[in-house]
């Protein structure tokens, strides 16, 4: 029995030590910290992340008390009492516990992010409406990320559209509204520092916005197994000033009228910005 008693004890301090790691490794290390928020609106996802983990944390901290009492408690002198579990007590007691920490840890998942779902991420009729905002069509293919803004005229694949394999550049505290599609498989388009992804689809179009809240380049990945190349699918999101983004534009506008031909059809890859 001391044996049996002395491994359970030492269940105790092997506990702790597992969470006051991860606790440290949260905290501390920057190889263990989510990528660097580079968005206006990132804030909500890390918070609710957060909070959560504070949540569990202290969820796992009371399983423990309450383990370290029974232990104390349940000791040589005291006598073992059969109990199913299932006394009107017993039930009432754990439907008890069960409703606090599904309303104060689910309730606040569930409140905050459809808040932040539909009040920002999701609202893209508002950002759709705002004349600063940027359109960019993306087009995600094997095995590529292609970028599509429209030239002086305001239209979409026509020969003054300012194109781009691989980079997105945009200007700083500006909403960027993307379309996005693809002409062969699932692709998922995501930007980790902006903490938003959306998937590119055959036969229709998606949505995604984002504004960026300092100047920088952050990555573009695929997060969506596309292929056996699926690695090859990294771009670039440079955010840069307003001036160094109209260069840009104009350099790549030049580009496309230089090698416009009306009967390239895979260059013409494009469509007609779809209303919201």
């Not at 009432?92 to 808040?115: Q, R």
């Not at 194109?163 to 500006?174: A, F, G, R």
């Amino acid at each position: 029995m001391k044996i049996r008693n002395m491994r359970h004890l030492a269940a105790i301090p092997a506990g702790l030590v597992v969470w006051a790691t991860s606790a440290v490794a949260m905290a501390a290390p920057k190889a263990w910290e989510a990528p660097h928020d580079a968005s206006e609106h990132g804030h909500n996802i890390d918070w609710l992340i957060n909070i959560t983990n504070l949540f569990s944390a202290v969820l796992f901290a009371i399983m423990c008390f309450i383990m370290i009492s029974a232990f104390i408690k349940h000791g040589k002198k005291h006598s073992a009492e059969y109990d199913t579990g299932d006394g009107k007590n017993a039930v009432m007691m754990a439907m008890a516990i069960s409703a606090v920490i599904f309303v104060i840890v689910d309730g606040n998942l569930f409140v905050n992010s459809t808040k932040d779902v539909f009040g920002t991420f999701w609202n893209f009729e508002k950002v759709d409406k705002d004349p600063q905002t940027l359109k960019v069509e993306v087009q995600g293919r094997q095995w590529m990320w292609q970028m599509r803004l429209a030239g002086k005229d305001g239209k979409f694949n026509t020969s003054d559209d300012a194109l781009s394999d691989h980079e997105l550049v945009v200007p700083v505290n500006t909403p960027v509204l993307l379309q996005l599609a693809s002409p062969d498989v699932i692709h998922t388009f995501a930007l980790p520092h902006f903490r938003i992804k959306q998937d590119a689809m055959p036969g229709m179009i998606n949505l995604m916005w984002f504004q960026g809240k300092e100047e920088g380049e952050f990555p573009i990945v695929c997060v969506q197994n596309c292929g056996a190349n699926h690695y090859q699918m990294a771009g670039t999101l440079k955010v840069v000033s307003k001036e160094a983004f109209d260069e840009w534009v104009e350099l790549k506008v030049r580009d496309s009228e230089a090698v416009w031909d009306e009967k390239d059809a895979e260059a013409h890859w494009g469509w007609a910005w779809k209303k919201i």
